[in-house]
């Protein structure tokens, strides 16, 4: 029985476990809910857990660790067809052999593969089935306890809550080793790349061209390594997404939550929030093959050097993807705004207008810029946009009109195809991710210190 079939059996034996709970609560005291130390309903999640959580762990635990073991031993049980074998043939026996298992094509397998796949169904068969039975087993096993254990003055409350306190602390533990593992695998391979390249050269250095050689065979550069480049066309690309997603975007909010009506909200508020739904390879398309050419062609009719490829048109429609970020997200801070600081404005004899930027925009600041933020974290993570309309070249300029490279593109580019992370074109790509890391760090410890000065004042 696979993983999924059992699990889904095992929500549906938990499900008919909450019902007995519950049922045999009210049965002991004869209907009478006073009687009961908690409310039926707890009676019912005691069982349900009983039932479905330890047999949901093993299902879990089993199906994350059973590939491993058992490829360890199909290898044990063929030490003839894995002897002398290196990392790549081992690995690529092993891939054969799992093929074979699944039921796809492997040309002219040899022997050893068919042995070991064979093997390997066996195995997976027997984990299969020893899975199903512990699992179901478990599952009675907690149903039949929670059970014996209802009685009216059992306290159902208190475990039932105990577990799901475990689930959130389970559940923030996991968000939070995730983070840790993502800084420590990055200090990690940064310190690896900075062990070959100086820090300065990464951090102060004009030139950024990764090109070295990873194999003996292969001829390439000695490489530079200098990220100024690559932040200043992020930057570069990611001012001109701002100036077109903030004002469009704020300006739109602020029509939708103070002057337009409820039958134009309807149809505007949606047809903004589209965009947000359209894939990025479409804007990179529409940026590159519409876009592009549009701004080249005015560039050269005013007598400008306009690159086929060009910030601009990479910030435009990066510019036009964000606008629903910033209005949708305002709409709703303004919109949340009380209304009783807009009728002690319009007491006093503001106008609409000056109510509008003189309280309404001011109390609603703190979500505005955190809309802002967003939108700039958004840009700065974009790549398909840059790769289609901007280019992959390391220019540092600040002409819009010429070809430029983000942080995001460069790690994506580097980490593409043969890669050997003992050669520093492939570290640096963890280099530029911790670089990217710190840099918004700092922006969300900016943001925070706006929110809390603005939020005291307007609280």
């Given at each position: 029985?696979?993983?999924?079939?059992?699990?889904?059996?095992?929500?549906?034996?938990?499900?008919?476990?909450?019902?007995?709970?519950?049922?045999?609560?009210?049965?002991?005291?004869?209907?009478?809910?006073?009687?009961?130390?908690?409310?039926?309903?707890?009676?019912?999640?005691?069982?349900?857990?009983?039932?479905?959580?330890?047999?949901?762990?093993?299902?879990?635990?089993?199906?994350?660790?059973?590939?491993?073991?058992?490829?360890?031993?199909?290898?044990?049980?063929?030490?003839?067809?894995?002897?002398?074998?290196?990392?790549?043939?081992?690995s690529l026996f092993i891939t054969n052999v799992q093929n074979l298992v699944t039921g796809n094509i492997v040309a002219n397998p040899s022997a050893e593969v068919v042995a070991a796949a064979n093997h390997y169904r066996h195995l997976q068969s027997l984990s299969d089935w020893g899975m199903t039975v512990i699992a179901l087993g478990l599952a009675i096993a907690g149903l039949a306890y929670a059970r014996r254990a209802i009685v009216p003055n059992l306290r159902s409350r208190e475990s039932v809550e105990?577990?799901?306190?475990?689930?959130?602390?389970?559940?923030?533990?996991?968000?939070?080793?995730?983070?840790?593992?993502?800084?420590?695998?990055?200090?990690?391979?940064?310190?690896?790349?900075?062990?070959?390249?100086?820090?300065?050269?990464?951090?102060?250095?004009?030139?950024?061209?990764?090109?070295?050689?990873?194999?003996?065979?292969?001829?390439?550069?000695?490489?530079?390594?200098?990220?100024?480049?690559?932040?200043?066309?992020?930057?570069?690309?990611?001012?001109?997404?701002?100036?077109?997603?903030?004002?469009?975007?704020?300006?739109?909010?602020?029509?939708?939550?103070?002057?337009?009506?409820?039958?134009?909200?309807?149809?505007?508020?949606?047809?903004?929030?589209?965009?947000?739904?359209?894939?990025?390879?479409?804007?990179?398309?529409?940026?590159?093959?519409?876009?592009?050419?549009?701004?080249?062609?005015?560039?050269?009719?005013?007598?400008?050097?306009?690159?086929?490829?060009?910030?601009?048109?990479?910030?435009?429609?990066?510019?036009?993807?964000?606008?629903?970020?910033?209005?949708?997200?305002?709409?709703?801070?303004?919109?949340?705004?009380?209304?009783?600081?807009?009728?002690?404005?319009?007491?006093?004899?503001?106008?609409?207008?000056?109510?509008?930027?003189?309280?309404?925009?001011?109390?609603?600041?703190?979500?505005?810029?955190?809309?802002?933020?967003?939108?700039?974290?958004?840009?700065?993570?974009?790549?398909?946009?840059?790769?289609?309309?901007?280019?992959?070249?390391?220019?540092?300029?600040?002409?819009?009109?010429?070809?430029?490279?983000?942080?995001?593109?460069?790690?994506?580019?580097?980490?593409?195809?043969?890669?050997?992370?003992?050669?520093?074109?492939?570290?640096?790509?963890?280099?530029?991710?911790?670089?990217?890391?710190?840099?918004?760090?700092?922006?969300?410890?900016?943001?925070?210190?706006?929110?809390?000065?603005?939020?005291?004042?307007?609280?």
């Amino acid at each position: 029985m696979s993983g999924l079939f059992l699990s889904i059996l095992i929500v549906v034996l938990a499900a008919a476990a909450f019902w007995l709970g519950r049922n045999k609560a009210l049965g002991a005291v004869g209907g009478n809910l006073r009687d009961l130390h908690s409310l039926p309903g707890y009676y019912g999640y005691f069982s349900a857990i009983w039932c479905g959580l330890p047999a949901l762990l093993i299902v879990v635990a089993w199906s994350a660790l059973d590939g491993t073991i058992i490829e360890t031993m199909v290898l044990a049980g063929l030490p003839t067809a894995a002897d002398g074998l290196s990392d790549g043939e081992l690995s690529l026996f092993i891939t054969n052999v799992q093929n074979l298992v699944t039921g796809n094509i492997v040309a002219n397998p040899s022997a050893e593969v068919v042995a070991a796949a064979n093997h390997y169904r066996h195995l997976q068969s027997l984990s299969d089935w020893g899975m199903t039975v512990i699992a179901l087993g478990l599952a009675i096993a907690g149903l039949a306890y929670a059970r014996r254990a209802i009685v009216p003055n059992l306290r159902s409350r208190e475990s039932v809550e105990k577990v799901v306190l475990m689930v959130m602390i389970g559940a923030s533990a996991v968000a939070i080793l995730t983070t840790i593992g993502i800084v420590m695998s990055l200090l990690f391979e940064s310190h690896r790349f900075f062990q070959q390249v100086p820090v300065g050269d990464f951090l102060f250095g004009l030139q950024w061209s990764p090109q070295t050689a990873i194999r003996a065979d292969q001829v390439g550069s000695s490489g530079a390594f200098g990220a100024v480049p690559v932040f200043a066309g992020t930057i570069l690309i990611t001012v001109i997404a701002m100036l077109v997603a903030v004002p469009i975007g704020l300006l739109s909010a602020i029509y939708l939550s103070e002057y337009a009506g409820p039958k134009v909200r309807a149809f505007a508020k949606p047809g903004l929030e589209i965009l947000a739904g359209i894939p990025t390879v479409v804007y990179g398309f529409f940026a590159a093959l519409t876009i592009a050419p549009l701004i080249r062609g005015w560039g050269e009719g005013l007598g400008l050097d306009v690159s086929s490829e060009s910030a601009l048109a990479a910030g435009l429609v990066m510019g036009l993807m964000i606008i629903p970020f910033v209005s949708s997200l305002s709409d709703d801070v303004i919109s949340a705004v009380p209304g009783a600081l807009r009728d002690g404005s319009y007491a006093l004899g503001s106008t609409k207008s000056e109510t509008i930027t003189r309280v309404v925009l001011p109390a609603a600041l703190p979500g505005i810029f955190g809309a802002v933020l967003l939108a700039v974290s958004r840009a700065i993570g974009e790549t398909m946009i840059v790769v289609m309309a901007a280019g992959l070249a390391a220019n540092l300029t600040a002409n819009p009109f010429q070809a430029v490279t983000t942080v995001t593109v460069q790690i994506a580019t580097i980490l593409v195809g043969d890669q050997e992370f003992d050669s520093p074109k492939t570290l640096s790509a963890f280099a530029l991710g911790l670089l990217l890391f710190i840099v918004t760090l700092m922006l969300n410890v900016v943001a925070l210190m706006v929110v809390r000065k603005y939020r005291e004042k307007y609280d």
